[in-house]
């Protein structure tokens, strides 16, 4: 009995994560090399590779892994400069400064899907307006477009500048107490012997913060790859039809929805999504490492 | 270089509502003579920091000024006054070695000032021979004893040849041992060099140790200054006289009565001139010889036998500092009669303190046999 | 050098400085002005009234004629009441399960003895790395086959436990001197009762940055609900929003489904103006978005 009394405590916790972490790890391996799978009959031809090869075709998917690559080569290394940005000019004032860190944090609380809406309502053009942003765009001679449903650049850029406008509060948190962290004492000896602004940036605070902006960029990757409700939030849950879908928002379309009932390429697509996290994680790793060595 | 700080004031403003202003130095003037060690002394909080941040220029005073020689640095940036700073944390750049670390001052100078590399790896190298880490070049700080990293902060500090070498509580981060061998080390180094320099610390053992002349400070008030020896002699007041010496100074309630010293009901001291007062009355560790017939009795409470001397440990209802602790001669045998022991004391080491000011007033007696 | 060397170089530091300041203040103020002004804009908009807003080419930045008409829609036209209350009950009942299962477990990692600990802590960290979108596939046809989709059980139960914040509170509790367990198993108490009594306590702060970094995550989440869920009556402020967006009051009535946006944002605001110190300790401890 008093053996056993630890893994009553721990019962619950691994019931759950087996339940719903292990075995659907397992099994998401073996939808996706089942062929055929029919989900209404609960069964398949055989097995084989199938699946990966009809998703690696399938032009939805390649539009949205088109998406997701641009999404993420803009976002990452932007939302990381301005929140680097942010930060040091944050971590260089002394007055307001808890009131700016608070607003900057509040879109970090906000729920995605409803403030999508106002960022849709500010970019669309309809047929009673074209909407504040256009409308800005003419004031200062542009021409308007219709970032929501028109072309495919200004579709992105809405996407990408709401991403960043969403991911912006946790980076700003981090590198602050990163910059925060950082021991006074550097500051006055650069001071002292005359070192200039950037200088002392780059020789010194940088590479003493190098390892929480490797972190950001890692986690700033994994989030980025995994992009969906900001999409949904901005134009609506049929992606696929606004060419805007991402791969999580394609695997989704196949398990459920107009498209759904397809768990194998669901699956299928699942793992390559993992594969390319995994390989880039992988690499960044590696960078880091060879960067600290 | 002469270094003179005039009225020197540095105010805080307090936020809380209807706070005073923190004063952390409150109208210093002293005057550093060129190429001398000065001792910056305090307990924490006596502003000492401050005054080494007005100096270098990382802070700017409220009021006064600051003078390197002839020139008016009072609100000069700290990086065009010339001056090197040790930090008690070294500040050492972890991702550098120890040469990228000492020559990252010289790669900031610009314009005329600028040099060539083999100037700079010169100047490096000598700095490095000066602080003896000339083989450990290609460490990183953190692949160093906390010594070793100390002089590499000490060289880097001395590269760019400062006029002014100032050093903030440099030895309180080493152990025991360490700490009294880069005591020796900085005083060569600043022998070496003839480099004005100034040395904050809270450790008086310390600054009295190495220092050509101690500034000791309270509050953000000047308390005095002074060669070590003539401060722990004829301490200004009786603060100084409590934070010098280690033990501590014994101090008493006593009175002066018709020139005589009362402690208690006993009469200890002759002290005529001296008007008749309540005061407080100072005595040295040191300043109390084993006398079965001496004036002074205390209660023994016990002998702490510590090799070269003996120190005894008593007590005395006047004592307003503890414990009475008194150092005498290991030969001594110390035996109490009724508990009580006997001492007669040396009037050098007795200072007596008026009640009003805290400072302290000397007698003839003190005069002549001190000497 | 001269003293009149030493003025200019004086003056130059100090205009240089004052510069640098007004343009850091000037950028600080922009991007506050970037992130608050959406939220200004959903207020706005959602006090103008239908054909104000409609007849607005030009949109005005202001309104002088507000209206809580919009809000009377946005509660009567659509379910929004119980998409307000479904998301208050599932992140209640979710968070308080969580809780129960995190502490339990953090408990046994941190305090007790057992074979296999540290291997089976090793697992449970490497789980951290799993994704969910990997195991969302099969909890949909789990959850799908044991006939759970629109209840709130199926909504609730994948989300009970966090491998993360068992992580967290197990290194938590390690803080705890183990005097202190060794104490309390002298006079004789039990390891329950010292979980309760004294852990518990001892690390509230902890729990409940936990807490509301939970409620947080579950007021957000879309994915999930979206699967398991296609009848009204269980969906969640997110799908309901969605919902709203594609059939609501009819695609072009802006202002109530500003209105509906305003609603289920308040609460979050809130709860993050009373906690935003904790909250913002919390995530830069490690959370991540979602």
Known sequence: MRKLRPWLYLLPAIAFLGVFMVYPLIDVMIYSVEEGYNSASQTYFGVGLYNFRYVLRDPYFIQALKNTFILVIITVPLSTGIGLLIAVALNSIQKLKDLFQTIFFLPYVTNTLAVGLVFMILFKKTAYSDGLINVLIQAFGGNGVDFIDGPYWAKMFVLCFYTVWVVLPFKILILTSALASVNPDYYKAAKIDGTSRWRTFYKITLPMISPMIFYLIITGFIGAFKAYSDAVALFGTDLNAAGMNTIVGYVYDMLYGNGGGYPSYASAAALILFAIVMTITCINLLLSRQNDA | MKVILEHLTKRYPNHTKGGADVIAVNDFNFEIPDGKLIGLLGPSGCGKSTTLNLISGLETPTEGKIWFGEDDVTHLPPEHRGVGLVFQSYALYPHMTVRQNIMFPLQNLKGKDKLSKEEMNAKVEEAAKLVQIDALMERKPGQMSGGQQQRVAIARALVKRPRILLLDEPLSNLDARLRLQTREEIRRIQMETGITTVFVTHDQEEAMSISDEIVVMEKGILQQIGAPQNVYDEPYNLFVAKFLGTPAINVFEGEVKNGRLWIGDENVLDVSGVEDQPVSVGIRPEGFELSENGPFHTNLVQVEVMGRDTSVVSTHPCCVSGSIRSIIAAENTVIPVDGKVGFALKPSKVHIFSKKDTLRIPYPEQQRKGL | ?290
Request: proline content about 4%.
């Open chain 3, 1 to 290: 050098m001269t003293t009149n060397g030493y003025d200019i170089i004086e003056k130059k530091s100090k205009r240089s400085e004052k510069t640098r300041k007004i343009i850091t203040y000037i950028g600080l103020v922009f991007w506050a002005f970037i992130v608050l002004f959406p939220f200004y804009w959903m207020i706005l908009t959602s006090v103008k009234t239908y054909s104000s807003y409609n007849s607005e080419y030009i949109p005005k930045f202001f309104t002088l004629s507000p209206t809580i008409q919009n809000y009377i829609d946005a509660f009567t036209a659509v379910p929004l009441s119980r998409y307000f209350l479904n998301t208050l009950f599932f992140a209640i009942v979710t968070t308080a399960a969580m809780l129960i299962v995190i502490i339990l477990s953090a408990f046994a990692f941190a305090r007790l003895e057992f074979k296999g600990r540290n291997l089976l802590f090793s697992f449970f960290l490497s789980l951290m790395m799993i994704p969910n979108e990997l195991v969302i596939i099969t909890n949909f046809v789990t959850i799908t086959n044991l006939g759970l989709r629109n209840t709130f059980t199926g909504l609730i139960l994948p989300s009970i436990t966090s491998v993360f914040y068992i992580y967290l509170l197990k290194e938590n509790f390690e803080q705890i001197p183990e005097e202190l367990y060794k104490a309390a198993k002298v006079d004789g108490t039990s390891d329950f009762k010292y979980l309760m009594k004294v852990m518990i306590p001892i690390c509230q702060p902890t729990i409940v940055t936990i807490t509301i970094l939970k409620v947080i995550e579950c007021w957000n989440s879309y994915v999930w609900p979206r699967l398991i869920t296609d009848n009204e009556a269980y969906f969640l402020v997110s799908n309901g929003i969605q919902a709203i967006r594609e059939n609501g009051f009819g695609r072009e009535n802006i202002p109530a489904m500003m209105a509906a946006v305003v609603v289920i944002s308040v609460p979050l605001v809130i709860l993050f103006l009373i906690f935003h110190k904790k909250i913002m300790a919390g995530v830069s401890r490690g959370g991540t978005k979602g």
